[in-house]
């Protein structure tokens, strides 16, 4: 997730997690994974805080990524 920094701290990425998982609902899936960059604390945070669970971590375009997973 990118945004421009004039829109970073208005809670944008909190919405288009909202969003997403409320598409998911309405189309009948009820699983969603997300990876991020290990230095990517923040997003890490903005994960964790809608509910993902970290699994581990899986190699992916030459560099390892945080796996995070949920069920809905």
């Not at 920094?5 to 909202?18: M, V, W």
């Not at 409320?22 to 997300?34: D, E, K, P, S, T």
């Amino acid at each position: 997730m990118a945004m421009d920094a004039s829109h970073r701290g208005k809670g944008l990425a909190h919405i288009a997690f909202d969003l997403a998982e409320a598409l998911c609902r309405a189309r009948g899936v009820h699983y969603m994974r997300i990876d991020t960059d290990e230095g990517n604390r923040k997003m890490q945070h903005i994960i964790r805080s809608h509910g993902f669970t970290c699994r581990g971590t899986v190699w992916f375009q030459n560099s390892t990524k945080i796996a995070f997973d949920k069920e809905f």
